[in-house]
């Protein structure tokens, strides 16, 4: 190289200056996104670009906000996987409980189970929910049962604030 002190040069988006000693050579190099600086002897200049663009080329750029929701849908697979089958879905039904810890999957849990093949009172789901664990409002299970009535899952007999709900088709009937 000259014995200048300082020589730009662009040649194929390289910059080129001799900055320090005479035999050193100081190179900023852009590929892509990327931009790299390199400072290497004069004899040694192309093996290191060489080697840094074939490093460019190999390594894996991903978008940090992509990463992010890679990660999450990691999280959300996993959740998932960890759920118990009997939540996902019931064995030989085509009935998807969805959750089973809504009031309204509940009732659709005892329904399946065949609770509801015999009359029962508001007081009597009431008190069997409260027995497996989940203590609802007697106005949610109320809501619950009128909805599933408006569905012709099941119907009540009585008067109101005396109502005996009892299932309307067997699960697994599709007919309504």
Known sequence: MASNRFINSFANGLLVSEAHAPDEVKI????????????????????????????????????????????????????????????????????????????????????????????????DVHEELARKGYNYDRTAVSHSLTDMVRENIMTRNGTMRNYRYIQKRPPGDATG
């Not at 190099?29 to 060489?50: A, R």
């Not at 960890?82 to 009031?103: F, L, Q, W, Y």
């Open 28 to 123: 900023r190099l852009k590929h892509g996104e990327w931009e790299v600086e390199i400072t290497c002897l004069e004899s040694k200049v192309k093996q290191v670009v060489e080697t840094v663009l074939s490093s460019l080329d190999s390594a894996k750029i991903v978008d940090p906000a992509v990463r992010a929701q890679i990660d999450e849908l990691r999280r959300e697979i996993d959740a998932l996987k960890s759920r118990p089958a009997d939540a996902r879905s019931v064995a030989n039904d085509k009935v998807v409980v969805k959750g089973g810890m809504t009031c309204r999957g509940l009732l659709e849990t005892l329904w399946l189970e065949g609770y509801f093949a015999s009359e029962r009172s508001l007081g």
